[in-house]
């Protein structure tokens, strides 16, 4: 049986400083579900990833990384004449790092409701999905949406992380129509505390909300009762990632059977990991780590 499964589209990234200036860059791969299949695997639990990527070497390393962390990825798919997206992530001193897409027609844009199996899912012990799958297009948001109904239909509870990428969506107004949808269907929802207001109808009493609050740290309402922990005192190497790997630490104390306030704890210590480390992924703990 599946502990969780999930899907999304893995990239590659490449970061640097300023493009203009620099003659040295780092190569690697990154996406809020493929960090998430990486450290749910290297604690120990049973993760299927779906997903698509291009017949090139970014797609063969998606699929290289994700079987030698043990991630299911018998659903995987690789596309034909289409690329593996890639992300341009430049590093700049005391600001948020620049992000250039260039995920336009790539293989993970490809994904849609045919590639969706149902029973797979239906059996599974939780499925996970993001706001910024179902950015991607029509296509990948209907199997998003196709993924959560069948989930819903055989009762399997429902993870979901708003992930708001403005410049992924044509509007604000269908970007809060479909995120709300998806957070209304879920159990378990992440949003940070700038996306609040865009999912503002799902934040109801019966569902668990946990609030990634950045620096502030995160909190989570639960059983009709707040948690707050602090943000890891860690030196920072990069933060991008840290979001990810908390959803990732959260869920696995979860899936552990532990109390808000652990699963906040867990979730913050995969958070220092990734912060720790240049790579969203590869700093991530296993279970001896922890």
């Given at each position: 049986m599946t502990d969780v499964y999930t899907m999304g589209e893995a990239l590659g990234v490449?970061?640097?400083?300023?493009?203009?200036?620099?003659?040295?860059a780092r190569l690697d791969l990154c996406g809020p579900e493929f960090t998430l299949a990486v450290a749910l695997a290297r604690l120990g639990h049973r993760c299927a990833y779906l997903g698509k990527v291009g017949s090139d070497e970014l797609g063969a390393r998606v699929l290289t990384v994700l079987r030698g962390e043990g991630v299911d990825v018998a659903d995987m798919r690789v596309s034909d004449g289409v690329p593996t997206g890639l992300l341009l992530r430049e590093c700049r001193v005391g600001r948020e790092p620049r992000v250039t897409h260039y995920r336009t027609g790539a293989a993970g844009s490809k994904l849609s409701?045919?590639?969706?199996?149902?029973?797979?899912?239906?059996?599974?012990?939780?499925?996970?999905?993001?706001g910024l799958t179902a950015a991607l297009g029509r296509d990948p948001r209907d199997a998003v949406l196709a993924a959560v109904s069948a989930a819903k239909s055989a009762e399997v509870p429902i993870s979901f992380t708003v992930e708001y990428r403005p410049e992924l969506w044509p509007s604000v107004r269908e970007?809060?129509?479909?995120?709300?949808?998806?957070?209304?269907?879920?159990?378990?929802?992440?949003?940070?505390?700038d996306e609040l207001d865009l999912v503002k109808p799902a934040l109801t009493a019966e569902r668990e909300v946990v609030v990634l609050r950045g620096a502030k740290g995160a909190s989570v309402r639960a059983d009709r009762m707040r948690y707050d922990v602090p943000a890891p005192q860690t030196p920072v190497v990069d933060t991008c990632g840290a979001d990810d790997a908390f959803v990732a630490g959260y869920i696995s104390a979860a899936l552990d059977g532990l109390t808000p306030p652990e699963r906040l704890r867990r979730g913050t210590e995969l958070s220092a990991a990734a912060i720790s480390c240049a790579s969203d992924w590869e700093g991530l703990p296993t279970r001896a780590d922890l």
């Open positions: 490449v970061s640097s400083g300023q493009v203009r200036h620099q003659t040295e409701p045919g590639n969706v199996p149902i029973d797979r899912i239906g059996a599974a012990g939780m499925l996970h999905v993001t970007a809060e129509e479909v995120l709300t949808e998806l957070a209304r269907q879920s159990h378990l929802l992440f949003v940070r505390q």
